[in-house]
């Protein structure tokens, strides 16, 4: 286990490092910061001197390395456009977009547990074709819509709840569960189809013909076997949602993670894109850690 | 007994809260967040707009963007490189320490610093050399190079409490300025809150409290008016405007000080030939696409000039084909001639669809136009480095000074390739003329000449669109500010 886990935050620092630097080059291809910084109006000769004093003028390597060995130092650096310190934007927003993140991917699951293992117990009956048919349709609603809709809906029309922002609970309402859709209806369709490959499996014949009550048989065998696969994906969905959930941020004015990448992208600021892509990174990998260990507690045929 | 006293001090406790008004509140709502709280480090219009109810600079426009006194009381150039300003007594920053030239001082020396990093308009447009204090209510600043349009640039140097901004560092949890509000708290991207300033020099405002949030989403924002949430908002999109007008809300649009235009690259073909650029200019029905597009709402122009510099005389060109074909055909131009016309996505009003609609008339007239979409970045990184096509959507704003828009024309801030000699002499003079008669004369010239030389095919003026809730008293502005200690809301 512990070799595991070694190896595996090895190759995490790999990752981290790629990623940054896929970033860093992404970002400079199409140019760099200076005149988009300045914005129209500025003259080129004003852009070449900002240009020079910012050093974006050096090779791209001097550039990217000298951000690496101040990041492996703990310096992140600062941010162009808020002339702040990364850590410290990224730290402000990282708690509303766990928040966020949690609770709508708790939320999604613990719906898709029932209603997958159901679907898939009575399949082809009339419940079945219900969730699986509510399931694909909340699987292609483009979030986006859902959000505005949400909005129109329980806000402008109804009055219940607030439009958007970040505050009270009623706030949290609408965007947890326009974000809770899409985990909703894709676990709900993966738990359904395991739960049908592991019906399937003699032990369940086993353990029905020994005479176990069905909802035994169902909520401790199949569920227990059936969840595995459906383990990975909600960890890439967990990875996915602490990156911010960039839609539903903008949608909800949700002051996440995701709004302040899109800030960056938009504003070429790439020590802050550069340390938002950092630590998701991390955030990635250690949650696929999580999941390789969850994995060997639900199985216990997997050991490491 | 206890009980008594106890009923008589909750009553007495009732009457106290009852006789006190409840605080008046205006909530705003902006596309972004502010991206500081100190004005040396501010450079979006969302930032300015909630810095200058805190802060102020020596000079405003007026609601005419004529420049009107504010922590200045008078200024005027000494010599060519001079220009001395007389201060407001008796004014003091939030913390109680008082305004005086020091402070001048201090907020252009802070902002000039070389530990400091900003991308502040004026210290690239400030030719700085030093300031100096004459006394405590006058202050010189000298530059390297004579800048006539010293006034106009200060208007956006907001000056510091130098007992608050003593660092390099921006100081962004804190502010200390002259203005009609005090800080009173930043959440980033949920929102800034403002307190009226009840000794403010000039008058507390009718408002108590102001508070701006960011709302990224223009459907979200609308939704946000429409719940009584929000009592402003800004650039709704013109389809919208419809849904709100009810009951509770209206639509305010005001014309626009930014000027959106097609560039055309005159240094190369076709457009080197100014029969061409003039045909192209005959060849779009401006009227019908902003009728179509824009709901009517941009301004036309053929004056680049914004009001009142302008030469009044110059009018939008009119729609007319087939003087752009007579045209086309002496330049000798082929039919079918492929030209590719680039637009950014988003960036201004209808951008995307402009574009669209323009090269559907330049069709009509014989050209195979072709339309491409870029995204903001990639957009702005070929225009800034001349990789534009033959034609290109920009909007150019902020100034209304008459050289700051002629500024825009050059080939240094536009990039069109568009070098004429008469308007290059020309606008050198202007830039060194100090005499204001002189330089209205001069900026006409320039205007009349830009419009016969057709560097741009020229759109319209954006019109701004604000969604505001019936309890609010307020004017939209013409440059896009929005500035609230004038206005007022309705328990």
Redesign the interface.
């Known amino acids: 286990m512990l070799r595991m886990l070694v190896s595996r935050l090895g190759q995490g620092v790999i990752v981290v490092v790629l990623v940054t630097l896929f970033v860093f080059l992404t970002t400079f291809l ?2 760099d910061p200076a ?13 070449q ?2 240009r020079q ?2 050093g974006f003028d050096r090779p791209l390597v001097t550039q990217y390395g000298s951000f690496l060995v101040r990041a492996v130092r703990g310096d992140l650096g ?1 941010s162009l ?4 310190s990364n850590m410290q ?1 990224f730290a ?2 990282l708690p ?1 977009t766990l928040q966020l993140a949690f609770l709508s991917l708790a939320l999604g699951t613990a719906l898709a547990i029932p209603a997958g293992l159901i679907a898939g117990a009575r399949r082809n009956t009339w419940i079945d074709s219900l969730v699986t048919n509510a399931a694909l349709v909340g699987q292609a609603a483009p979030v986006f819509w859902v959000g ?1 809709l949400a ?2 809906v329980f ?2 029309m109804l ?1 219940w709840l ?6 009270t609970p009623a706030h949290l309402v609408l965007p947890t569960l326009t974000l809770a859709l899409f985990p909703l209806a894709y676990n709900t369709r993966l738990i359904r189809s395991s739960t049908l490959e592991v019906l399937g499996q003699d032990y369940v014949r086993t353990a029905r013909a020994k005479g176990l009550p069905y909802y035994v048989v169902l909520f401790k065998h199949v569920l227990r076997n059936a969840i595995g696969p459906a383990l990975t994906v909600i960890g890439i969905q967990l990875g996915t949602f602490v990156g911010g959930s960039v839609i539903t941020e ?4 949700w ?2 993670v995701g ?2 990448a899109i ?1 960056a ?2 504003t ?1 600021d790439f020590p802050l894109l550069q340390t938002i892509v950092a630590f998701l990174a991390v955030g990635f990998v250690l949650v696929n850690v999580l999941v390789d260990v969850a994995y060997s507690l639900v199985d216990p045929r997997v050991r490491y | 007994m206890l009980r008594k006293l106890a009923a008589t001090l909750l009553l007495a406790a009732l009457a106290v809260a009852w006789s006190q008004p409840a605080p008046t509140r205006a909530v705003i709502a902006q596309g ?1 967040d502010i ?2 709280m100190d004005p040396t ?1 501010a ?1 979006s219009t969302a930032t300015w707009n909630v810095l200058h109810h805190v802060f102020e600079p020596l000079m405003l426009r007026d609601a005419d963007m004529n420049l009107q006194p504010v922590l200045a009381l008078s200024w005027e150039s000494v010599d060519e490189l001079t220009w001395e300003f007389k201060l407001r007594e008796g004014v003091s920053f939030h913390s109680g320490a008082p305004f005086n030239a020091e402070a001048v001082k201090f907020t252009l020396e802070r902002m000039f610093s070389p530990n400091v ?3 502040h308009r004026a210290v ?1 447009d400030i030719p700085l050399d030093h300031v100096e204090v004459v006394d405590d209510y006058t202050v010189r600043i000298v530059t390297k190079t004579p800048t006539v349009l010293m006034p106009h640039f200060l208007r956006t140097v907001l000056i510091l409490d130098p007992t608050v901004y003593g660092s390099n560092e ?1 100081v ?1 949890d804190r502010a200390s300025g002259t203005g009609p509000y005090t800080f009173a708290s930043w ?5 800034v809150e403002l307190r009226a300033n009840a000794d403010y020099w000039n008058g507390a405002p009718a408002i108590d409290q102001l508070l701006f ?5 223009n ?2 924002r609308v ?2 008016l ?2 009584g ?1 929000v009592d402003l908002i800004v650039n709704v999109p013109p389809d919208d405007l419809p849904q709100i007008e009810t009951a509770r809300t209206r639509s305010l649009i005001s014309q626009g000080g930014r000027d959106v235009f097609i560039g055309l690259r005159a240094d190369k073909a076709p457009f080197d030939d100014v029969r061409v650029r003039q045909a192209v200019n005959y060849a779009v029905d401006r009227q019908a696409i902003n009728d179509a597009i824009l709901g009517g709402y941009g301004e036309l122009y053929g004056s680049v000039v914004m009001p009142p510099n302008n030469a009044p005389e110059v009018e939008p060109y009119p729609y007319d084909p087939e003087r752009a074909k007579a045209l086309l055909t002496e330049a000798g131009v082929p039919r079918g001639l492929e030209i590719t016309l680039q637009t950014p996505n988003g960036r201004y009003l209808k951008d995307v669809e402009a574009a669209q609609a323009v090269a559907a008339y330049l069709n009509q007239v014989g050209f195979n136009a072709k339309v491409e979409v870029l995204e ?3 957009f ?2 070929a ?3 001349k990789k534009t096509k033959e034609m290109f959507l ?5 100034w209304f000074d008459g050289q700051g828009e002629l ?2 024309l050059r080939d ?2 536009s ?1 069109t390739g568009w070098i004429n000699e008469e308007f290059e002499s020309g606008f050198q003079r202007l830039a060194t003329t100090f005499d204001l008669d002189e330089r209205a004369a001069l900026i006409q010239d320039l205007d009349r000449l830009a419009f016969e030389e057709a560097p741009w095919l020229f759109l319209w003026r954006q019109p701004s669109l604000y969604g505001a809730s019936n309890r609010l008293n307020w004017d939209p502005r013409r440059d896009e500010y929005i500035f609230l200690w004038g206005a007022s809301i309705d328990q």
């Open positions: 199409t140019g005149g988009l910084m300045l914005g129209e109006g500025a003259t080129q000769e004003q852009i001197a900002f004093r910012m600062v456009y808020f002339q702040q934007l402000e927003r509303a505005s909005i129109m806000a402008v009055g607030p439009a958007s922002g970040r505050g903008t949608v909800f004015a002051p996440g709004r302040l800030q992208i938009l070429k | 972004v991206e500081t480090f450079s990093t900003t991308i690239r921006p962004i959440v980033r991207d949920s929102g949030r960011p709302i990224p989403e459907s979200t939704a946000e429409l719940t949430a903001w970045s990639v702005s990184d225009w800034l480095n920009l909007g150019l704003g902020g500024t825009w240094v801030t990039n």
